[in-house]
């Protein structure tokens, strides 16, 4: 059974099982009372920022409790470690090229991706995209 509970600042839903969880910014699994994580946090109460890149995805870990940022692997930088240091870092990010559908500024699309224009400073979007202002 799912209540909601409404605080001034959260909405949290509370998630029964034989334990009471918060879920914050989540839902709960209806099968096993378990909280339902968004993209960028995780723990029992999806209340924790996790750390990686975006193109880590699922394996990204949940950020230690009382640590105030994570280790960044080699090009990735931030409190989580989700800021691209350069376009060769996010080349996972970039879609493949297809006709009609780019989704980037690439000045050859037949040529590798990581001639993005921009993917430096960008900021989520979506799980796995990102958006960032583009000056010519």
């Known amino acids: 059974m799912v209540h909601l509970l409404f605080s001034s600042i959260f909405l ?3 998630c029964f099982s034989e334990l009471k969880i ?3 910014y989540s839902d709960c699994n209806e099968y096993d009372g ?3 994580c968004p993209a960028g ?3 029992q109460d999806c209340g924790q920022p996790v750390c990686g890149s975006l193109a880590d995805g699922d394996k990204r ?3 230690p409790e009382n640590s105030t940022c994570c280790d960044c692997n080699k090009g990735w930088t931030g409190v989580n ?5 350069n376009n060769d870092s996010c080349a996972a990010l970039i879609p493949p090229y297809s006709p009609g559908k780019l989704l980037v500024q690439i000045s050859n699309p037949q040529k590798n ?3 993005a224009v921009c993917y430096k400073g960008g900021f989520a979007v979506n799980r796995n995209y990102q958006m ?4 010519s």
């Open 12 to 14: 949290f839903i509370v």
């Open 132 to 135: 960032c202002n583009v000056s």
């Open 41 to 43: 946090f995780g723990g």
């Open 113 to 115: 991706r990581s001639e």
């Open 61 to 63: 870990h949940v950020r």
């Open 81 to 85: 470690c989700n800021v691209c240091e």
């Open 22 to 24: 918060f879920c914050q």
């Open 34 to 36: 378990q909280c339902k």
